[in-house]
């Protein structure tokens, strides 16, 4: 299961991250999890304080995803502490979490249903 182990607002979208772990004992899909702030909930402004991941990566188990609000191209690298992270961003002008001070929530897909005629079909 992924969580939201930390945060970091930044003025400056370069600095600005939210740092998720896998604390599971199975690799987790990234793709479909959902950061929104708690203030996206009352203002319902879902696109400028949430980020759902489109990236078709594995997180291993005990491994580390870092969500940056700048540009950048997502890859996985490894740390000085031989810890392996996958970089990813939100590619924004502007930073997104200083504007939304207060609790993160880290969404996914709990279930998925699709018409079994659509799936016949195919």
Known sequence: MLRIVGVQR???PSDEFVVLQNHG????QLRGHLVIAE?????VDLDTASHL???????PA???VAL???YGAARWTQTKDMQMVYYTYMNRDKSVWERFPGALHLLNVQHTYQEREALLLR
């Open 10 to 12: 930044s003025n400056n």
């Open 25 to 28: 004992t199975l690799r987790m």
């Open 39 to 43: 203030a996206a909930f009352a203002n």
């Open 53 to 59: 991941f489109t990236d078709d990566a594995l997180v």
């Open 62 to 64: 005990g491994m580390y």
């Open 68 to 70: 940056l609000s700048g």
